[in-house]
C-alpha cells in the first residue's frame, strides 16, 4: 500500500550578491511520521517513488527523488539532458538532508549539503 504522502516545499536562504526575487525552490514528497520526521518505514514499504523537483532561476526544473540509506535521507536531482553548467555534474549523489530535531515544520531552517561537503541554508515555507 502506498504511502499517504505530503508536499515539502523549501526556499533557499538568502545569500549576499543573490537576487532576492531568484531563490531556488525544492518540492518534494514525502510520508510523515507523528513528529513531523520523514518516515523511513513508510519509504521502504512504498513501491512508488518519492519525487523531487528542485526549480532553478533561468533553468529548467531537475526531477528527482527522495532516497534514504543507512546515512539518513537525501534528495537525489538529475538535470534536464544539456542543462548541467559548469561545475555541475549531471551524475552527482544528492542533497543530504540533516537530523531534524523539530521535524519538518514550515518556518524551520535546514542545511542541506552537497557531495562536496558545501553547505546551504534552506528555510521550510510549505508542507501540505
Request: glycine share 12%; aromatic share 6%.
Amino acid at each position: 500500500m502506498a504511502a499517504r504522502l505530503v508536499t515539502v516545499t523549501l526556499v533557499r536562504a538568502w545569500e549576499p550578491g543573490a537576487a532576492a526575487d531568484e531563490a531556488e525552490r525544492i518540492e518534494f514528497a514525502v510520508a510523515l511520521d507523528p513528529q513531523g520526521q520523514p518516515d523511513a518505514r513508510a519509504w521502504h514499504d512504498d513501491p512508488s517513488a518519492w519525487t523531487a523537483t528542485r526549480h532553478l532561476p533561468g533553468r529548467p526544473p531537475e526531477r528527482g527523488e527522495v532516497a534514504h540509506d543507512e546515512e539518513g535521507w537525501q534528495l537525489r536531482f538529475h538535470p534536464a539532458r544539456g542543462s548541467a553548467g559548469p561545475g555541475r555534474d549531471a551524475e552527482a549523489p544528492g542533497l543530504r538532508l540533516p537530523a531534524l530535531g523539530h521535524g519538518l515544520r514550515p518556518g524551520e531552517v535546514l542545511t542541506l549539503s552537497d557531495p562536496q561537503g558545501a553547505a546551504a541554508a534552506w528555510r521550510v515555507v510549505g508542507v501540505g
